[in-house]
Every structure is written in C-alpha cells, then in structure tokens.
C-alpha cells in the first residue's frame, strides 16, 4: 500500500520571504547529494510553498510556508535511511537556519488513496484536517472521503483537479501537528487554485461535523522551482 510522507515547516527568522525559495532548493540540494537515486526510499517528492493571499488565513497558529510531500512504498527503506548519521548531521543544521528548527516534529506518515488519477501540476490546494474527538479516525476518514467526492463534484471545482489523493494519517510526531487526514487537490493554475479554496471555504459548515475548524488548514500552494 502506497504511503505519504509530508511535513508543514515555516521560514526561519534570519531568512527573508524573498529568499525562502531559494534556501529550500539548496537544502532539498544537501539531501540529493547524499542519496544516490537508486537508494531513496522515496517514489517522488514535491516540495510547495504557501501562497499566503489565496490560502485561509483563519489559523490559530502562525500560517506554515512551505509542505513537502513525498510518496513510498517501503516504510523501512525509510527507516533505514534515518541510519545515515552524517546525512541527518548535514540535514539537521541546515534546517536550524532555513526552518528555524527541527522539521521532525512537523512530520506525519499515512496511508495513500488516489481519488482522481492523473498528474501532479504546477499549483495544489493542500488541506490538512484535524478530526473532531469523538470520532474514531477510521470514521473521520470515511466521512471526509465522502465529503470529499461532494467538494470534487461541485461547479466551480469540477474539471479543475489533474489529481487528487488523501492521505489517513497513522503517525504524528507532535500534538501541534496532529492531524488525521492531508487532502492534496492538483492543479494547473493560480485562477483554479483560488476557485478551489473559495469552494472549500463554502463547506465549512458541513465540514464542522467531522473537522476542528481552528486547528485545520487549507492552503494554496505553488511547486517550488526544480523540486
């Protein structure tokens, strides 16, 4: 069964907004420059940055800036890869400066289902939900599936998405970022993207049936050049 990888990460304090994409691609460099392609445990990877105008602002956190989502098949290929002590060295220093932190906290693993099949694009409405906590999450997972096909289903969504996948998440690593399902809508456009949160954002009463609305996302995002 495929898995999904991601974490949600801000910029750090010493790096400015304009050169966030930048620094992200030299540190996504550090990390391809220790995998040979044949040793990765990942099947691919994207890495987005949040456009803070088209996505909810309505967050009780700091807005995140960036997601990076990665695909596998083997979980402990994965884990094998945590025994490179070097890589993680070389890795956890440079994401002190670029995040300001350790991105491990904000990591989450889960199971994979495609929704839509087709390609990834240049833009992707991300929605990360925390489920409500009297709901089991496999419950939480198949209301939102269902909720989902509504969302695809509506006029101003349908046509739009190239892919679409929903990821259930199985581990979190801190209460922070603790949620139970991570939605990935593809598209082609800025213009789609908008017209996706727009339609997101009118289901939010029905979503509230399922999903802490505070402590859930729903972001516009964009693929960082060259990821």
Not at 129 to 137: D, S, V
Request: glycine share 6%; proline share 6%; charged share 25%.
């Amino acid at each position: 069964m495929a898995k999904t990888q991601f974490y949600m990460a801000r910029r750090g304090p010493t790096v400015s907004a304009e050169g966030f994409p930048q620094r992200w691609i030299e540190h996504f460099a550090l990390y391809k420059n220790f995998e040979a392609p044949q040793e990765t445990p990942f099947t691919s990877g994207r890495y987005l940055l949040v456009d803070h105008a088209l996505s909810d602002g309505r967050v009780d956190t700091t807005p995140f800036d960036a997601v990076c989502i990665m695909t596998l098949d083997d979980v402990g290929r994965l884990r094998a890869s945590h025994q490179n002590t070097e890589l993680l060295r070389v890795m956890k220093a440079d994401e002190e400066v670029v995040f300001g932190g350790n991105i491990d906290p904000a990591t989450c693993l889960g199971e994979r289902q495609t929704v839509i099949e087709g390609k990834r694009r240049g833009h992707a409405v991300i929605l990360l939900r925390q489920r409500r906590p009297e709901l089991t999450a496999d419950a939480f997972n198949a209301a939102w599936l269902g909720h989902l096909q509504t969302l695809l289903g509506l006029p101003a969504v349908a046509g739009r998405p190239r892919l679409t996948a929903h990821t259930a998440v199985e581990q979190v690593r801190s209460p922070e970022y603790a949620y139970d399902g991570m939605t990935e809508i593809w598209l082609e456009t800025p213009e789609d993207a908008k017209a996706v949160v727009d339609a997101v954002l009118g289901q939010a009463e029905a979503e509230a049936a399922w999903v802490v609305p505070a402590r859930s996302r729903t972001m516009a995002t964009k693929v960082l050049p060259r990821s």
